[in-house]
Antibody
Framework: EVRLWEFGGGLVQPGGSLRISCETSGFTFTDYAMTWVRQAPGKGLEWVASVSSGAVSTYYADSVKGRFTISRDQYQNTIYLQMNSLRVEDTAIYYC??????????????WGQGTLVTVSS | DIQMTQSPSSLSASVGDRVIITCRASQGIGSNLAWYQQKPGKVPKLLIYVASRLQSDVPSRFSGSGSGTDFTLTISSLQPEDVASYYCQKYDSAPPTFGPGTKVEIK
């Protein structure tokens, strides 16, 4: 059974930093790209960032480019999202998703339960 | 970037009704479209990919069609457990953009 579980969310002040993580099991982690998708309270889904299966390529939404960094640990079957210079509009539930496709042409077949990041003073 | 729109933004239908949700891309995306279901307070779930292929364990009352710029998600006979928001997502090119969603309720 595929399992994804995110942790590390919390309350952070504007301009601050936070790193969230997603541990996985139940599939061959190194065969799949992985992605972060977020959902602001009461809003729709927004793709944030993806990392290729071999960690060679990363892709970012314009809204987070230069502030967020996605990475993966191939031995710990875990992905990370380092978030810097956080803004109030980054407040959202952050989901990690097992990703199908290649070269940035991605869709998402399994999702974690999400971790809430709140940016507020 | 290619923009995705959905219509209607919300709908209310009776149990057993046929429900059709439309997704439109601002440029052609071939068949590179997925549909997701998100029940209230729950995690999104992949329903359909490549515009019309049903993900495993998804009931056969769900179907998808279309290519290019116009796509539809059809629920052939609406059930109470189908109350949810439905999102299309294109993946022909980066960024993989979601539509704004359609909220489906029971009348």
């Amino acid at each position: 059974e595929v399992r994804l579980w995110e942790f590390g969310g919390g309350l952070v002040q504007p301009g601050g930093s936070l790193r969230i993580s997603c541990e996985t099991s139940g599939f061959t982690f190194t065969d799949y790209a992985m992605t972060w998708v977020r959902q602001a309270p009461g809003k729709g889904l927004e793709w944030v960032a993806s990392v290729s299966s071999g960690a060679v390529s990363t892709y970012y939404a314009d809204s987070v480019k230069g502030r967020f960094t996605i990475s993966r640990d191939q031995y710990q079957n875990t992905i990370y999202l380092q978030m810097n210079s956080l803004r109030v509009e980054d407040t959202a539930i952050y989901y990690c998703a097992k990703t199908l496709g290649s070269y940035g042409l991605y869709y998402f077949d399994h999702w974690g339960q999400g971790t809430l990041v709140t940016v507020s003073s | 970037d290619i923009q995705m729109t959905q219509s209607p933004s919300s709908l209310s239908a009776s149990v057993g009704d046929r429900v059709i949700i439309t997704c439109r891309a601002s440029q052609g995306i071939g068949s590179n479209l997925a549909w997701y279901q998100q029940k209230p307070g729950k995690v999104p779930k992949l329903l359909i990919y490549v515009a019309s292929r049903l993900q495993s364990d998804v009931p056969s009352r769900f179907s998808g069609s279309g290519s290019g710029t116009d796509f539809t998600l059809t629920i052939s006979s609406l059930q109470p457990e189908d109350v949810a928001s439905y999102y299309c997502q294109k993946y022909d090119s980066a960024p993989p953009t979601f539509g704004p969603g359609t909220k489906v309720e029971i009348k």
